[in-house]
């Protein structure tokens, strides 16, 4: 599959306020794939997005256990998945991965688990995590895929952490979307390890720039079509 994934660019000219917005042959390509699975009936939709085509792997880097994909890439897929209405939490684990850090031990060991699909991951940026010396406490709330989430990724005190659900209690929100489960994640203690060190100067954290935690919000709550997700709150 990963002839499906390769981000060849076409030339574009800036200068002359011309640019070339056209999907590569492997991205129609990759389009395709994905519109055939969703459209397939037999099997486990996760297992089959996970285990055929490596979704939840094309932002992952390729060392890591991923394909290196571009935003592009995640985009189309991510689109088809939204245009089926498939209830599964790809858009959840992908921008999740997106955070981690592989120069972190932790993070270095996270990616392939999350590439594989093997473990569902889910972003709390939104709430008031503080890390002490015995774990991180707060609240985070409304929380995409929290439900069933194995691990979440968690701004807290300066840092991002990976903690394992299974140290949070969970409130499930009711929502008009039924494809996307949202829930409050409480934390008290809960342990968890740093997967992206967060400083002033660090444009990939949520604290240290406005700009993607905006772009992360933006694609958690708008659909494919360009409808604020937040209706359907």
Not at 162 to 169: C, H, Q
Request: hydrophobic share 45%; glycine share 10%.
């Amino acid at each position: 599959n990963r002839r499906l994934f390769a981000t060849g660019r076409r030339p574009a000219q800036t200068r002359g306020l011309t640019m070339d917005f056209t999907f590569t042959p492997e991205q129609d390509d990759l389009r395709a794939a994905v519109r055939r699975l969703l459209a397939r009936g037999d099997g486990p939709l996760w297992t089959k997005m996970t285990g055929e085509l490596g979704l939840t792997a094309l932002a992952v880097p390729a060392g890591h256990g991923g394909f290196g994909a571009s935003w592009v890439e995640v985009a189309i897929a991510l689109e088809e998945v939204g245009a089926a209405l498939a209830p599964v939490p790809l858009l959840a684990t992908v921008t999740a991965a997106a955070c981690v850090d592989p120069a972190t031990p932790a993070g270095a060991a996270l990616l392939p688990a999350l590439a594989a699909g093997d473990t569902v991951a889910t972003l709390a940026l939104d709430g008031n995590c503080v890390a002490g010396p015995d774990g991180l406490t707060g609240v985070v709330t409304h929380v995409l895929d929290g439900d069933a989430a194995d691990v979440a990724i968690v701004a807290a005190t300066r840092a991002l952490y990976a903690v394992p659900l299974t140290a949070a209690r969970r409130t499930v929100h009711p929502t008009l979307d039924q494809t996307r489960a949202q829930a409050t994640l409480e934390f008290t203690d809960a342990k968890g390890a740093i997967v992206r060190h967060v400083t002033s100067k660090d444009r990939n954290g949520p604290a240290g720039s406005p700009g993607l935690h905006r772009y992360i919000w933006d694609m958690r709550y708008t659909d494919a079509h360009g409808v604020d997700g937040g209706t359907f709150l």
